[in-house]
């Protein structure tokens, strides 16, 4: 008979790990209540076109990795590959407009994408990210990269290298799209086949190539800050200026474009300081003409994501302990069939007035029930007996130090404090 496993590039978030997504999900809390971040919950697909359109034809995530289906009302739909997108349309589709702007939105979301599994990146993953909808100025730029890293930093994550550049804007990135391509034009003889292929469809792909032998050819490359337009050169500097303010250290990655095509101006990532392909934790940038594409007026907007699952992988490397979720304080027993109409009366009571509590169920006897409590790592055992129970009385067994007395049932909860 067939035994039924996880899809591959999917996996099952078993108990003794959700301490790591409980931890991540308050912190996530935490920050965003603190900047004034507001959440928002999109649905899992949406029309495919509107990714088609947002991401871009020409990435790898259309082309390659989009979950697309016909539902039976024939409309052609797509599981969410990324968040921006779908804000941006919630943005639109409620009038999100009419609010004091900018409009500051965050979500915890799956997102499927069809690439191959690894360390930190699943087929179906999970994703946290903030939105600034409604600003230009670079000092929301600022404010997106501190979230960012105070948010890494609020989990104990440390030596991280945030990475940052300006790809310019519709009216300046013409012409570097050109010098990039002039540039690639004379080494596509040593390109890898999707390079050659980015080469003819979107050239700003090639700087964002993994192949060692193409990101060897990124040193040389034409660099975006060098033909930026006179407004991105005075954003660009002074967001530089305000991250100096905020005493947030950076480097000037030139290699830097990101992989969606929405992206305009300021992009950047955060790393921690590892080599490896698949080492970013998180990345962002702003999308000032992604609401006009998708139907809306010209606003500006910034945002990022990172990805809780690769949160995770570096919390466990760099040894980093979080706290434990609640577990169960009581195990109740009893030692045969009338004593165990009482243990589940008491164990109604005791979780009705909030204590965690177990009750063992089926015929094992008092000696099993309590290897299976000890098994469980609970702080008290309480075992209801015949004598006890003819006095309503209860034993209560400290787990811990193996100390153990004799309770009034009225008196127990007291005694549990």
Known sequence: MEIFKASRGTT??????????????????SICQRYGYERLDTPAFEDTSLFTRSVGEDTDIVEKQMYTFRDKGGNLLTLRPEGTASVCRAYIEHGMHNLPQPVRLYYLASVFRYERPQAGRLRQHSQFGCEAIGESDPGLDAEIIDITTQFLYSLGLKNLALQLNSIGCRECRPDYINAVKKYYTSYSNVLCSDC???????????????????????????????????????????????????????????????????????????????????????????????????????????????????????????????????????????????????????TSSLRKKGINTIQALGNKSLKAQLRQSNKLKVHYNIIVGDQEYKKSTVIVRNMITSEQKVVSISDLLEALK
């Open 12 to 29: 099952d978030v078993l108990p003794q790990e959700q301490a790591y997504w409980r931890f991540i999900e308050q912190n996530v809390v």
């Open 196 to 346: 050659k292929r980015r080469l003819l469809k979107n050239p700003l792909r090639l700087l964002d190539c993994k192949e060692a032998d193409c990101q060897r050819l990124t040193d040389s490359a034409p660099r975006s800050v060098d033909y930026l337009c006179s407004d991105c050169t005075d954003h660009y500097n002074q967001l530089r200026k305000y991250l100096t303010l905020l005493e947030i250290s950076f480097q000037e990655n030139h290699r830097l474009v990101r992989g969606l095509d929405y992206y305009t101006r300021t992009v950047f990532e955060i790393q921690p300081e590892k080599t490896g392909s698949q080492n970013t934790i998180c990345g962002g940038g702003r999308y000032d003409g992604l609401i006009r594409e998708l139907g809306g007026r010209s606003t500006p907007a910034i945002g990022f994501a990172t990805g809780i699952e690769r949160i995770i992988l570096n919390l466990k490397e760099q040894n980093i302990t979080v706290p434990p979720l609640s577990h169960t304080k009581v195990f109740v027993t009893y030692v045969n069939a009338n004593t165990k109409y009482e243990a589940i009366k008491l």
